[in-house]
């Protein structure tokens, strides 16, 4: 925990945790398995801590901003640290291969280990982005009134920030930790709830296009996994595109 804890560490470290990771992974992976999730926790719980001074101010930009910072350090370390679980991740593909055959395709949500990315991925989007409802809340609020701006374009910054965030809750759907066959957890299905489903919503409404072109529809495969946008007039949008700003 302490070494691997830490935001930077060096070389030479990293590949001594890596020889003890995988003499560890070799004589036993679950028990490694279980090690590694409580490490993430414990680090995603102390970067989420950051966060308690900037929700007093109860400022729904703020708080955006400060999770996106937050996201930025979690993914630089968890990329710092991923070279150290090869072995651990090589067991981890062996495990969810072997119910994929032995159950089928159908089991795939019902049981299923994620690597040691994702085990960090969730522990960021259940102990920072999600950890209370509030927060959630607040988040959620903040991402409305950036996507769904109309007194006024918005400042390259805050589009930047949009793109950020919706950029982020993309990258955090993964599928929840259902090791063993546990089934629990909901986490996934709360975030495109909360947050990827209204962003398609507003973005099939609205088009920033014309602002700078950075924004992206989400389309294709992405409206399997968050609904296609349902016109008033009872259509599907985003099927056509009837002039510069409209989908």
């Given at each position: 925990r302490?070494?691997?804890?830490?935001?930077e560490t060096?070389?030479?470290?990293?590949a001594?945790?890596r020889a003890?990771?995988g003499?560890?992974?070799?004589?036993?992976?679950v028990?490694?398995?279980?090690?590694v999730?409580?490490l993430?926790?414990?680090?995603m719980?102390?970067l989420?801590?950051?966060?308690?001074?900037?929700?007093?101010?109860r400022?729904p930009l703020?708080?955006?901003?400060?999770?996106?910072?937050?996201?930025?350090?979690?993914?630089?370390w968890?990329?710092?640290?991923?070279?150290?679980?090869d072995r651990?991740?090589a067991?981890?593909d062996?495990?969810n291969?072997r119910?994929?055959?032995?159950?089928?395709s159908?089991s795939?949500?019902?049981v299923?280990?994620p690597?040691v990315?994702?085990?960090?991925v969730i522990?960021?989007r259940?102990?920072?982005v999600m950890?209370?409802s509030g927060?959630?809340k607040?988040?959620?609020q903040?991402m409305?009134g950036?996507?769904?701006?109309?007194?006024r374009?918005l400042?390259?910054?805050?589009?930047d920030m949009l793109m950020?965030?919706?950029?982020m809750?993309?990258e955090?759907d993964?599928?929840?930790?259902?090791t063993g066959?546990?089934?629990?957890?909901?986490?996934?299905?709360?975030?495109?709830k909360?947050?990827?489903?209204?962003?398609?919503?507003?973005q099939c409404?609205?088009s920033?296009?014309s602002?700078?072109g950075?924004v992206r529809?989400?389309?294709?495969?992405?409206?399997?996994l968050?609904?296609?946008f349902?016109s008033?007039?009872?259509?599907?949008?985003g099927?056509s595109v009837?002039?510069?700003?409209?989908l």
């Amino acid at each position: 925990r302490g070494r691997l804890g830490a935001e930077e560490t060096g070389p030479e470290e990293l590949a001594r945790c890596r020889a003890v990771v995988g003499k560890l992974a070799q004589k036993n992976w679950v028990a490694l398995y279980e090690c590694v999730c409580v490490l993430m926790t414990e680090v995603m719980e102390d970067l989420g801590g950051s966060l308690r001074l900037i929700e007093e101010r109860r400022h729904p930009l703020a708080l955006l901003r400060g999770v996106l910072l937050l996201w930025r350090r979690a993914k630089a370390w968890l990329r710092q640290i991923e070279g150290v679980f090869d072995r651990l991740n090589a067991h981890i593909d062996t495990e969810n291969r072997r119910h994929d055959g032995h159950f089928g395709s159908c089991s795939s949500r019902l049981v299923h280990t994620p690597t040691v990315h994702h085990i960090g991925v969730i522990g960021f989007r259940e102990r920072v982005v999600m950890w209370t409802s509030g927060r959630a809340k607040r988040l959620q609020q903040g991402m409305r009134g950036l996507a769904g701006e109309e007194a006024r374009d918005l400042e390259d910054s805050e589009l930047d920030m949009l793109m950020e965030f919706t950029s982020m809750c993309e990258e955090m759907d993964v599928q929840d930790d259902h090791t063993g066959g546990k089934g629990d957890a909901r986490g996934q299905t709360r975030l495109r709830k909360m947050f990827l489903q209204p962003l398609r919503q507003i973005q099939c409404q609205k088009s920033y296009s014309s602002r700078s072109g950075k924004v992206r529809m989400f389309g294709g495969d992405r409206d399997l996994l968050y609904g296609r946008f349902k016109s008033e007039e009872g259509g599907v949008g985003g099927s056509s595109v009837s002039s510069g700003n409209d989908l």
